[in-house]
Structures are given as C-alpha cells and as structure tokens.
C-alpha cells in the first residue's frame, strides 16, 4: 500500500504517518522491519532540534532510520517490508540546490524526483510518504521560491495519482481525499 | 468545546454568528491577552493571541490550559501552516506555535470544524 500524507507546519501529519507505518508492517520476529527515511540535512541548531523532535516522536515504535538527502533510488531498503519517507518537501530543497544541479536542471527535476519514489515504491510492500502543504499562504515571493512550490506541486500531484491513499492532517485531524487508512490510524490519543 | 478552523476570511465567523452568538459573546485575540479572553463564550482569533503571548515573552502552548478551565465553547483559529516556511525566525516560531496549539485543542475538543468558503466540515465530533 502507499499512504501520501500532506499538512501545513505543526498540523500533526508526522505523527498520523508513523501510525499508518506501524499498522501497515507485518509483526516480525527478527527485529524492526519498518524503515524511517530522513532527508532534513542537521545545518544550524534549529535543525538539530526538528530533527531531535521527530526522534522522541518515533521512538518506541520500532523504526530502523537511514539519512537520505538526495538520490533516493540509491537507498537499501533490503529487509523492510514499510518505509516511511520523510519528506518530500526537504528531498525537493536537497535534489534543487545539490552540487553540480542548476536551473536548467530544474526542468526535469520532478520526473527524476517521482522517477526514484516509483523505485522506491517497487521495492517495498507498504510506502508512507509525508509531504508539505506550501501552497496556500498567497504567495509574494520570489521566482526561485515559486519555481520551489511549483515543483513540489507537480511532485504531491504525481505522488497522490500513485497513492492509495491520500490524508491531509488538520489539527492533528486525518482528512481523508482518497482511498482509506488503515482501521484505527487517527481515532486513538494522538501528541503533537 | 468546538474548535473551527480555516483559511483566513474563509467564512469563521459567520459560522460563529449562524451557531448563534453575538459580537458580545465573541473576544478577539487580536485585543492581546487578559482575563477577558478566557471569560466570554468565544475566542476569536487565536492566532493573535498566540502572537501576542509570545512577543512578550510568554508561553503559549499554557493557553491551552487557559482555555480547558475557562470553559470556552468556541476557539477559532486562522490555518497558518500551508505557506513557505518564512525565514524569520519569530514568524517560523509562531506558526509551529499555532499549529501544535491547534493540535491540543483539538484532541480536547468535542467537535472540530473546518470551514471553506464559509462551509464548515466536522473532521471531528464526539457527539454520536
């Protein structure tokens, strides 16, 4: 199955996604056979904190976790039966201002990154992808900002086309645009 | 408590007003903190509040319990998340700010509404 959950800053999406991945991997005896997917590159303290965050957030839950800031086909998920990829928004930042990548590049740039998550996605039995809604604030920015939303855009478009599922977090909320969760994801005591 | 959340101008308050409060009823939290705030039926703008409780130093996630015990039957909150993070730091602080408070009231609250276009959606309710 693959489960595409979208929110704003804070909206609770993290959280609703790890549950979908734990629900959605096989009970295994041989120890974690779920797989978290970084892709926040640890610059500056505020960084290191989101990323400290979202570890006490998943800790217990039986995540093995492995960085990957660009490339994602390049990613050994041998083992796993459910990744969770988090996120689709940093992946994009990470994959447009890679060494060597320039404007041109853009371009092609949200086939390469849908071309690895379809990769990705044939490797594994579940795949929780979490992305970010940048795209209803009003816009007044920059060129190089739009083409930013402008990408990721086409990438959560594509990306919802493939899903089963498609959630938006709301307050912590699942609002549910396609498919259905997991029984169970989003109903129990949630902290954000 | 309801918690209604939205877009900004998308209709919050007069679902407010079609729930049947007044302006009397109603405290906007663009007036910055007091006790007001936690003693009228509703509150409005809780961004701003938020905003307010952080430029001066305050915390806000402590409004949560503010508005539990003040017995609040209406919270409503502009969405704030859905944009560019923005590269001030404040700005970046207050929607995180926002967005988890929003998160705690609505695991308290027994219906959370949605509005669009000045349609509201229930994404939660505990009423059968």
Known sequence: MMVLFLGGSASGKSELAEDCAVALSAPSAFGSRRLYIAT???????????????????????????????????TDTSGYDTVLLECMSNLTANEMYREGVGRPDW?????????????????????VIVTNDVHSDGGGYDSETARYIG???????RLAQQADAVVEAVCGIPVTHKGALPEGIGEGERKC | MRLIVGGRASGKLGRVQALGYGM???YDGAQGLADEAFARPVLYNLQELVRDVMQNGGDP??????????????????????????VDRFERDWREAVGRLC??????????ERVCCGIPTVIKSDEA
């Open chain 2, 24 to 26: 009397c009823d109603i």
């Open chain 1, 151 to 157: 990408i990721l855009g086409e990438i959560n478009t």
């Open chain 1, 107 to 127: 371009d092609g740039l949200a086939d390469k990154i849908c071309g690895d998550v379809s990769a990705l996605r044939e490797k594994v039995q579940n795949l």
């Open chain 1, 40 to 74: 926040m590159q640890p610059f500056g303290e505020e960084a290191r904190q989101r990323i400290e965050r979202h570890r006490s957030l998943r800790a217990g839950k039986g995540f093995d976790s492995r960085d990957c800031y660009v490339d994602l086909s390049g």
């Open chain 2, 61 to 86: 996630s402590a409004l949560l319990q503010r508005i539990v015990e003040g017995g609040t039957q209406v919270v409503v909150c502009d969405e704030v998340g859905a944009g560019i993070v923005p």
């Open chain 2, 103 to 112: 998160c705690a009231l609505a695991r308290e609250a027994q219906i959370v």
